[in-house]
Nanobody, 128 residues
Framework: QVQLQESGGGSVQSGGSLRLSCTASGVTYRTYCMGWFRQAPGKEREGVAG???????TYADSVKGRFTISQDDAKNTMYLQMNSLKPEDTAMYYC??????????????????????WGQGTQVTVSS
């Protein structure tokens, strides 16, 4: 059973940085798609960034140039480096993953279907 655990959230001032981590356990398949999603109170969940096992990445327009997604396969850990944080980045951040050959990271930004595995979330709060 795949389990995802996020960490690294916290409170920062506008312009600050945070790095989120998502560690997967129970993974037996090497082809994957993974993504970061966020949900602010009263708002719908939105995709932030995605990465696949081939190294392809995708970003929401709102975070391009500020956030960087990466993956350390040896550690089964995905990261989201968030720089130049803004108050509108305040949200609960979730990591999600699919482990099959037909997965797509385009669903992170364009929707279409939900990844099968989700973490519990980590809170990011940015104050002005």
């Amino acid at each position: 059973q795949v389990q995802l655990q996020e960490s690294g959230g916290g409170s920062v001032q506008s312009g600050g940085s945070l790095r989120l981590s998502c560690t997967a356990s129970g993974v037996t398949y090497r082809t994957y798609c993974m993504g970061w999603f966020r949900q602010a109170p009263g708002k719908e969940r939105e995709g932030v960034a995605g990465i696949d096992s081939y190294g392809s990445t995708t970003y929401a327009d709102s975070v391009k140039g500020r956030f960087t997604i990466s993956q350390d396969d040896a550690k089964n850990t995905m990261y989201l480096q968030m720089n130049s944080l803004k108050p509108e980045d305040t949200a609960m951040y979730y990591c999600a993953a699919d482990y099959w050959g037909g997965c797509s990271i385009s669903v992170v930004t364009d929707g279409g279907y939900e990844y099968n595995y989700w973490g519990q979330g980590t809170q990011v709060t940015v104050s002005s």
